[in-house]
């Protein structure tokens, strides 16, 4: 397989059909051996409208950009996830927990081979030592950052009177500051419906990857269906989005939805796999 560099423009992009979120909610597959179970905190999806075009030679050929329309334009869909680990344990057996900080970048995709709506993950920064596994055993694009979350619920309120997040790291450092609105409804611009939307924002549940080796890994994790709530940005630097020449830092300040959830339930499956 070619490198993420030398890769053709992937210029293939689908159509929004609409979709019920009820058709993609199943049980929980059984943990088995050394899967893990994540309680999530200050969980937020921070997502922009890209211009197709900035995603030459970044996604694998084999995915097509899950993309919508805005303002009459066609573009990719890219989110920046930050949360807290709260509880990072085994799903399995009796095993240490532990509590981190993380933020996942991610771009949402197809999978031409099987239909299925997935996410292509450019990689995340996690605030812990534990980070040795899955970075140099699995070749999962890890990497090192300083997370520090300073967030206050109101629980009358049920809302975000604070949500601040920053990151130093040399290959993400980032900052956002959030407010959650006490009147606001959920708007998803070029989506057919709202479930349509909430499938593809909040509900892609395979993930895939350049490994660090250069093959393609494939990873799964397991969610019920998320209860997010609409969200406002005050402000955001996301210095890897920057560098990649994906959203620069002004566009950043205008992202095409925000959406938060204090807390929610993971199971991922480990290992991931190799694909090829």
């Not at 197809?110 to 699995?138: A, H, M, Q, Y």
């Not at 708007?187 to 479930?195: A, H, I, M, N, Y």
């Not at 630097?237 to 992202?255: H, I, N, W």
Request: aromatic share 12%; glycine share 6%.
């Amino acid at each position: 397989m070619s490198t993420t560099e030398n890769r053709l423009t992937n210029s293939t992009i689908t159509q929004q059909a609409p979709l019920a979120l009820a058709d993609f909610l199943y049980d929980r597959p059984q943990p088995r051996g050394i899967d893990a179970l994540c309680t999530l905190e200050h969980f937020s999806i921070i997502t922009y409208a890209v211009p197709i075009e900035r995603f030459a030679g970044l996604i694998h050929p084999r995915f097509a950009l899950d993309a919508i329309v805005v303002d009459g334009q066609p573009c990719g869909l890219l989110s920046v996830v930050p949360f807290t680990d709260k509880v990072f344990t085994s799903a399995v057996y009796p095993f240490p927990r532990f509590t981190m900080g993380q933020t996942n970048y991610r771009i949402y995709v197809v999978d031409t081979e099987t239909g299925e709506k997935c996410v292509w993950f450019l990689g995340t920064t996690v605030d812990t030592w534990s980070i040795f596994v899955p970075r140099n055993i699995w070749n999962m694009p890890w990497h090192r950052g300083r997370i520090c979350f300073d967030c206050e619920y109101d629980e009358t309120a049920q809302r975000y009177a604070r949500y601040q997040m920053s990151t130093k790291s040399d290959w993400a450092p980032a900052s956002v500051e959030l407010t959650s609105p006490s009147s606001a409804a959920l708007d998803f611009p070029g989506f057919p419906d709202l479930d349509t939307a909430l499938v593809t924002l909040t509900h892609p549940l395979i993930g895939f990857y350049d490994r660090r080796d250069g093959r393609l890994g494939r990873y799964q994790v397991w969610h019920k269906q998320l209860e997010v709530r609409p969200g406002r940005l005050a402000a955001a630097s996301f210095g890897l989005l920057s560098r990649m020449k994906l959203v620069d830092e002004t566009e950043q300040q205008a992202p095409y939805n925000v959406l938060i959830e204090r807390q929610n339930e993971f199971t991922v499956y480990l290992p991931p796999r190799v694909v090829d």
